[in-house]
T-cell receptor
Framework: DAGVIQSPRHEVTEMGQEVTLRCKPI?????LFWYRQTMMRGLELLIY????????DSGMPEDRFSAKMPNASFSTLKIQPSEPRDSAVYFC????????????????FGPGTRLTVL | LAKTTQPISMDSYEGQEVNITCSHN???????ITWYQQFPSQGPRFIIQ???TKVTNEVASLFIPADRKSSTLSLPRVSLSDTAVYYC???????????FGAGTRLTVKP
């Protein structure tokens, strides 16, 4: 498997523009996570899905952020309008639930999208 | 979710054994301890996971005392390529939203 795929790898945009980040999870994985990483705040969980359904979006910073997972192989994170403080690396991760195992499932991270908002 | 505390940074030299300790005083009965490694410009990747006593794989060892209030990640004979941030997480299989803390930035020097 190619692993988690994210696009674009780098995005530079101007304040006020709409930004869409894309993620293709590992085939067969049940969970998909979106994270944001900055020097100041570290790695923050924004939202995660189980079988395409959003389970917890409490980490989404504000209404300018939205995430969708229309099918098992694709998810988007949209920022509209974007602001300079949104500049960060955004990671997507996926995991496969291990029923009855008791331990947390291993999360497989993509390479990230480095977003710069000018 | 149990909060974890680990050193912000550590320095080591090539060939040495590195031990990174993580405190998780409020760990729950069903919680496991998981460590991830993150290289610069990459996403985190799973290293090792354990519940109690000792776990060893080809990359590292994880030591967990009987009270489980702390754990130690041991990296044998580190090399320059082990320079990375190491995260300790605590959680159970019923809750997949494990939270990453600040991690420990390990710098291996020649």
């Amino acid at each position: 498997d190619a692993g988690v795929i994210q696009s674009p790898r780098h995005e530079v945009t101007e304040m006020g523009q709409e930004v869409t980040l894309r993620c293709k999870p590992i085939s067969g994985h049940d969970y998909l996570f979106w994270y944001r990483q900055t020097m100041m705040r570290g790695l923050e969980l924004l939202i995660y899905f189980n079988n395409n359904v959003p389970i917890d979006d409490s980490g989404m910073p504000e209404d300018r952020f939205s995430a969708k997972m229309p099918n098992a192989s694709f998810s988007t994170l949209k920022i509209q309008p974007s602001e300079p403080r949104d500049s960060a690396v955004y990671f997507c991760a996926s995991s496969l639930i291990s029923v009855g195992q008791g331990a947390p499932d291993t999360q497989y991270f993509g390479p990230g999208t480095r977003l710069t908002v000018l | 979710l149990a909060k974890t505390t680990q050193p912000i940074s550590m320095d080591s030299y090539e060939g040495q054994e590195v031990n990174i300790t993580c405190s998780h005083n409020n760990i729950a009965t069903n919680d496991y301890i998981t460590w991830y490694q993150q290289f610069p410009s990459q996403g985190p990747r799973f290293i090792i996971q354990g519940y109690k006593t000792k776990v060893t794989n080809e990359v590292a060892s994880l030591f967990i005392p009987a009270d489980r209030k702390s754990s130690t990640l041991s990296l044998p004979r580190v090399s320059l390529s082990d320079t990375a941030v190491y995260y300790c997480l605590v959680g159970d299989g019923n809750n997949n939203d494990m939270r990453f803390g600040a991690g420990t930035r390990l710098t291996v020097k020649p």
